[in-house]
T-cell receptor
């Protein structure tokens, strides 16, 4: 059975802190790993990772994939209150398998 | 702007009364997905269409059906909604078969059962 496990499940930080969110997986037929940010509506796409060791960056967010150890991390530097959301990790195995998400709360 | 549009945003139905949720897309993506997301849980895939080919998840209840009359539209039919079917229903699209492409989500329909 395919598994996608995110940790921590919830996290509370203060503005300016740096956070690291984790996603580990055990799947067959791995195609890619994706990170989404979900606020009150539908998930919005952040990153898609297919190759090990290549960091993807977008502003204060960055992510990297380790296909040998089967995990990915999502880093957010200099957090802002607008970063408060649930961050979903999903693995594309021809279908999408989502993790349970990490609820990030950034306090002023 | 190209997008995935779900209607209605909020739907209320009675226990056992059939309900249909709709999804349309202007992205011309060939794959469309329906997810169920309950409170504080990750989205759960119900089924997807790869072009006209319907792919049902093994644990999707028979109560849930789908139709895709053309590339742009996809419908989710719940034949006899129960209280446990109250959830957010998300439609997503992607380009299948051309490398690895992310899914694009609509804003969702929140379904309540009375």
């Amino acid at each position: 059975e395919d598994k996608v496990v995110q940790s921590p499940l919830s996290l509370v930080v203060h503005e300016g802190d740096t956070v690291t969110l984790n996603c580990s997986y055990e799947v067959t037929n791995f195609r890619s790993l994706l990170w989404y940010k979900q606020e009150k509506k539908a998930p919005t796409f952040l990153f898609m990772l297919t190759s090990s060791g290549i960091e993807k960056k977008s502003g204060r967010l960055s992510s990297i994939l380790d296909k040998k150890e089967l995990f990915s991390i999502l880093n957010i530097t200099a957090t802002q209150t607008g970063d408060s959301a649930v961050y979903l990790c999903a693995v594309d195995v021809n279908d999408m398998r989502f993790g349970a998400g990490t609820r990030l709360t950034v306090k002023p | 702007d190209a997008m995935v549009i779900q209607n209605p945003r909020y739907q209320v139905t009675q226990f056992g009364k059939p309900v249909t949720l709709s999804c349309s897309q202007t992205l011309n993506h060939n794959v469309m997905y329906w997810y169920q997301q309950k409170s504080s849980q990750a989205p759960k895939l119900l089924f997807h269409y790869y072009d006209k080919d319907f792919n049902n998840e093994a644990d999707t209840p028979d109560n849930f059906q789908s139709r895709r009359p053309n590339t742009s539209f996809c419908f989710l039919d719940i034949r006899s909604p129960g209280l446990g079917d109250a959830a957010m229903y998300l439609c997503a699209t992607s380009i299948g078969g051309i490398g690895n492409q992310p899914q694009h989500f609509g804003d969702g329909t929140r379904l309540s059962i009375l």
